[in-house]
Antibody, heavy 119, light 107 residues
Framework: QVQLQESGPGLVKPSQTLSLTCTVS??????????WSWIRQPAGEGLEWIGR???????NYNPYLKSRVTISIDTSKNQFSLKLSSVTAADTAVYYC???????????WGQGTLVTVSS | DIQMTQSPSSLSASVGDRVTITCQAS??????LNWYQQKPGKAPKLLIY???NLETGVPSRFSGSGSGTDFTFTISSLQPEDVATYYC?????????FGQGSKLDIK
């Protein structure tokens, strides 16, 4: 069974960099079949797609965040990561990692991790 | 970017009722439309992919239809466990975008 688990600091200071890692089990992220995404959700709001990465390391980002986002992949650890720089309170949200299938949908999700931006 | 507009934003229905949510895309997305269910404090769960295909293990009371710009999500007989927020999402092109959500509760 495929499982994804986000990890990282729950509190980040304004202007600093948010860093999260998603550890995948039950599937090999290097298999080539899937892309791996980050999605976030501010409290009480909707879902925002942040970006995705392929097993080969090719990444695509939401244009609204592109200047601040980096997604990377470590196939040896079966993990992929998110870095979001110059954070503000507006970046406070639950961050989810998810698997994007060839069909285009996100079929497996992590449980989500709350990141709060505050001094 | 393709904008996804869902309606209604909230609705209330009785157990056993038929419930319908619509999603409109700002341009033609063929059938690249997915529906998710999100219960409070939980991650979204995929229900429908490709506009009308039921994900494995999802009850058959859930269904989807549509193509192009107009899509419909239906629960044929509402159950208490269906209380949740439902989101559409297109996967036609990057960036993927979600509808604003439709919050469903029981009368």
């Amino acid at each position: 069974q495929v499982q994804l688990q986000e990890s990282g600091p729950g509190l980040v200071k304004p202007s600093q960099t948010l860093s999260l890692t998603c550890t995948v089990s039950g599937d090999s992220i290097s298999s080539g079949t899937y892309f791996w995404s980050w999605i976030r959700q501010p409290a009480g709001e909707g879902l925002e797609w942040i970006g995705r990465i392929s097993p080969s390391g090719s990444a695509n980002y939401n244009p609204y965040l592109k200047s601040r986002v980096t997604i990377s992949i470590d196939t040896s650890k079966n993990q992929f990561s998110l870095k979001l720089s110059s954070v503000t309170a507006a970046d406070t949200a639950v961050y989810y990692c998810a698997r994007k299938s060839r069909r285009g949908d996100h079929d497996y999700w992590g449980q989500g991790t709350l990141v709060t931006v505050s001094s | 970017d393709i904008q996804m507009t869902q309606s209604p934003s909230s609705l209330s229905a009785s157990v056993g009722d038929r419930v319908t949510i619509t999603c409109q895309a700002s341009q033609d997305i063929s059938n690249y439309l997915n529906w998710y269910q999100q219960k409070p404090g939980k991650a979204p769960k995929l229900l429908i992919y490709g506009a009308s295909n039921l994900e494995t293990g999802v009850p058959s009371r859930f269904s989807g239809s549509g193509s192009g710009t107009d899509f419909t999500f239906t629960i044929s007989s509402l159950q208490p466990e269906d209380v949740a927020t439902y989101y559409c999402q297109h996967c036609d092109s990057l960036p993927y975008t979600f509808g604003q959500g439709s919050k469903l509760d029981i009368k």
